[in-house]
């Protein structure tokens, strides 16, 4: 059974940075298409930036330039460096997974597991 922990999330000002990770447990994560999404309260959950398994990876308009995605095989852990952090980017932050066999996308409702998420909170 596949395990997900996201870690890292805390309150920083405008203009910061953070690194969250994401911990998968019970497969290799290399046998998954990793993605990252967040939710702001009343708001749907958006898909932030996801990675395939060669290591192309994919943002949103609005993080593009400001976050970066990356894996580390060997520890098990998925990333997401955001830097230029603004108010909007406040939100819970899940990561998430999907077979391998499936390119990376956005679309929350096309990876099968999620973590508990991790809360980013941007004061300015």
């Known amino acids: 059974q596949v395990h997900l922990v996201e870690s890292g999330g805390t309150s920083v000002q405008t203009g910061g940075s953070l690194r969250l990770s994401c911990v998968l447990s019970?497969?290799?994560?290399?046998?998954?298409?990793m993605g990252w999404f967040r939710q702001a309260p009343g708001k749907e959950r958006e898909g932030v930036s996801a990675?395939?398994?060669?290591?192309?990876?994919t943002y949103a308009d609005s993080v593009k330039g400001r976050f970066t995605i990356s894996k580390d095989d060997a520890k098990s852990t998925l990333y997401l460096q955001m830097d230029s952090l603004k108010p909007e980017d406040a939100a819970m932050y899940y990561c998430?997974?999907?077979?391998?066999?499936?390119?990376?996308?956005?679309?929350?409702?096309?990876?099968?597991?999620w973590g508990q998420g991790t809360q980013v909170t941007v004061s300015s």
């Open positions: 019970g497969d290799r994560i290399w046998q998954y298409t």
């Open positions: 990675i395939d398994t060669d290591l192309s990876a």
């Open positions: 998430a997974a999907k077979s391998r066999l499936f390119r990376a996308t956005l679309r929350p409702n096309e990876y099968n597991y």
